[in-house]
């Protein structure tokens, strides 16, 4: 069985990291959400709910996915270059040894369009692990039962950013707020194509992030494994 047709998926993380740690700014915190039990999602209809910081310096930004129901989070980790295959559910490795990261595409539409889902997963990552070595975040030391959270994101047709709501809790606040914040700076996308849009005339995004803690050097920050994924709907 011949293999699908494989797709160069991401751009060069590290320099989209060097970019995006000169734009990083000090956000005020949003207060904080309880950290266990079950919970309904939250919809942020205002986005400075998550952060005072202006969403995209160029004004444009990303749209939210329906939720769990686009999720296969199935599939085998594959190691090799940084594409994925046509089919989802296929990780790739683009960490390094002290940071193991994967990414993975979570439905067939985000296959479908995988130039448009790997810059929005590119930009995230980018920001994600700058949030990850933060002074709050890296010296957490999180459950080993943490839940993945899961972001709806919704772009409206120019690709701004218009809502998130937060599907899935984590178990961990200021993990929530954290990615709530970094999806809040990183999503958006120029000139998106019309054929993504959803069925109510606008782009909606999955968004899901599981982390681990991996190593410390000094028992009191923390690297760690990162899984990113996402669906569009």
């Not at 996915?65 to 686009?70: I, M, R, W």
């Not at 940084?82 to 390094?96: A, C, L, V, Y």
């Not at 539409?109 to 990850?132: C, Q, T």
């Not at 459950?143 to 994101?153: E, N, Q, S």
Request: glycine residues 8%.
């Amino acid at each position: 069985m011949s293999r699908a047709p494989r797709k160069r998926f991401f751009t060069a993380a590290f320099f989209a990291v060097a970019i995006l740690a000169g734009c990083a700014t000090n956000d005020k915190p949003p207060p904080p959400m309880p950290d266990a039990g079950a919970q309904q999602p939250k919809l942020l209809g205002s986005l400075s709910d998550v952060s005072s910081t202006p969403v995209d310096p160029l004004g444009v930004n990303a749209v939210p996915a329906p939720g769990e129901g686009l999720l296969h989070d199935a599939g085998p980790v594959s190691a090799g270059p940084r594409t994925f295959e046509e089919d989802p559910g296929i990780s790739r490795e683009i960490g390094t040894e002290r940071n193991p990261a994967t990414v993975r595409l979570l439905n067939n539409k985000a296959a479908k369009f995988g130039n448009f889902a790997s810059v929005i997963l590119d930009r995230i990552y980018a920001r994600l692990i700058i949030a990850e070595r933060s002074e709050e975040i890296s010296r957490t030391k999180l459950p080993t039962d943490l839940k993945a959270v899961i972001i709806t994101a919704i772009l409206d047709k120019s690709g701004k950013l218009t809502e998130l709501i937060l599907e899935q809790h984590s178990g961990k606040a200021k993990i929530d707020r954290m990615m709530l914040d970094v999806c809040k700076k990183s999503i958006w996308y120029e000139n998106p194509p019309v054929e993504a849009l959803s069925g109510d005339g606008n782009y909606k995004l999955t968004i899901k992030l599981k982390l681990q803690n991996f190593a410390s050097s000094d028992e009191h920050h923390w690297s760690f494994i990162t899984d990113l994924g996402l669906g569009i709907g």
